[in-house]
């Protein structure tokens, strides 16, 4: 367990409107990431921080922006969600200890 | 070609069973190599790394032959809460650098 908590759980939102999804971790990891995951596509980066305001671009970056402004928060926006948007998005962090990465719980998000 | 690639199943298979997985990686400079478990609408869950001499951890073994780029997951005794989806991820030398296949779904059955 890294202590990674994402918020909002469900979210069904229209064509055209921002969407922010949050990551919150309580361990201090540096390391953290945001994946979509798809089916027959798997676990896709979409970004990555490697620290307050580090971040950088993963494989499925088109249409996603981050921010991570303190060590705790990384927050995922969709600056105008699309349906192709539509997936479960999970948060994940890297720790330390064993070099592997652990997932929050997933937010799953319905563009219409 | 995707860069981690594994059997989609379904896996079905009778309790007490042995079942293997495998998975393949195209990275010949991958460092590390794991497996997680994701059951229906939850997240991945480390299940065990892996590591090149091979590992074993109660009923699960996971083995890395990096000759032929794959690495295998085995269970022995199948339960009923082994019922779930297995992915492998493999990871380059960097940490923003992790690759997960699209998972193999099994099913144990009574």
């Known amino acids: 367990d890294a202590g990674i908590t994402q918020s909002p759980r469900h979210k069904v939102t229209e064509t055209g409107t921002p969407v922010t999804l949050r990551c919150h971790q309580t361990?201090?990891?540096?390391?953290m990431y945001w994946y979509r995951q798809d089916p027959g596509h798997g676990l896709r980066l979409i970004h990555y921080?490697?620290?307050?305001?580090?971040?950088d671009k993963g494989e499925v970056s088109d249409g996603y922006s981050v921010s991570r402004s303190k060590t705790e928060d990384f927050l995922l926006t969709l600056e105008s969600a699309t349906s192709s948007q539509t997936s479960v998005y999970f948060c994940?962090?890297?720790?330390?200890?064993?070099?592997?990465?652990?997932f929050g719980e997933g937010s799953w998000l319905t563009v219409v | 070609r995707k860069e981690v690639e594994q059997d989609p199943g379904p896996f079905n298979v009778p309790e007490g069973a042995t079942v293997a997985f495998n998975c393949t990686y195209s990275?010949?400079?991958?460092?590390?190599f794991f497996w997680y478990r994701q059951d229906c609408r939850k997240e991945p869950k480390l299940l065990m790394s892996?590591?090149?001499s091979g590992n074993e951890d109660g009923r699960f073994t996971a083995q890395l032959n990096r000759a032929s780029q794959y690495i295998s997951l085995l269970i022995r005794d199948s339960k009923l809460s082994d019922s779930a989806t297995y992915l492998c991820?493999?990871?380059?030398?960097?940490?923003?650098?992790?690759?997960f296949g699209a998972g193999t779904r099994l099913t144990v059955k009574p």
């Open positions: 994940a962090a890297l720790q330390g200890t064993g070099n592997t990465i652990y």
């Open positions: 361990e201090n990891h540096r390391y």
């Open positions: 921080s490697y620290g307050v305001k580090d971040t």
């Open positions: 990275n010949s400079a991958s460092q590390s």
């Open positions: 892996v590591y090149s």
């Open positions: 991820a493999v990871r380059g030398n960097n940490n923003n650098d992790m690759r």
